[in-house]
């Protein structure tokens, strides 16, 4: 059964970095795309980050494209979001993601993506 867990949020002024952390398990993390994804208040789910699995290849929103920096440690089952300069606009429920079939590159396609982390609270205060 795969499972995700992430960790990392927390409040932090506008200007400040914030590095989330989600370590997956229950099967082979290295062959399968990941990407997170957050929910603002009263807003829907939007895609932020993803990375492929092979190659390092990843996608951004336009919102954060040079202000974070999505990553992955294959040996650790973990996938990481860098979030550097950090906005009022960036609070939100941060979720990783990881896409239901393996061998698949990096996409915002939240269809695309079978499992779901808990979510982690940022929190960016102006």
């Known amino acids: 059964q795969v499972q995700l867990v992430e960790s990392g949020g927390g409040l932090v002024q506008a200007g400040d970095s914030l590095r989330l952390s989600c370590v997956a398990s229950?099967?082979?993390?290295?062959?399968?795309?990941m990407a997170w994804f957050r929910q603002p208040p009263g807003k829907e789910r939007g895609f932020v980050a993803a990375?492929?699995?092979?190659?390092?290849?990843?996608l951004y929103a336009d919102s954060v494209e040079g202000r974070f920096t999505i990553s992955r440690d294959n040996a650790k089952n973990t996938v990481y979001l860098q979030m550097n300069s950090l906005k009022p606009e960036d609070t939100a429920v941060y979720y990783c993601?990881?896409?239901?079939?393996?061998?698949?590159?990096?996409?915002?396609?939240?269809?695309?993506?079978?499992?779901w982390g808990q979510g982690t609270q940022v929190t960016v205060s102006s």
């Open positions: 990375i492929s699995w092979n190659d390092g290849s990843t």
């Open positions: 993601a990881e896409r239901a079939r393996r061998y698949y590159s990096a996409s915002s396609d939240s269809s695309v993506y079978d499992y």
């Open positions: 229950g099967r082979t993390f290295s062959t399968y795309g």
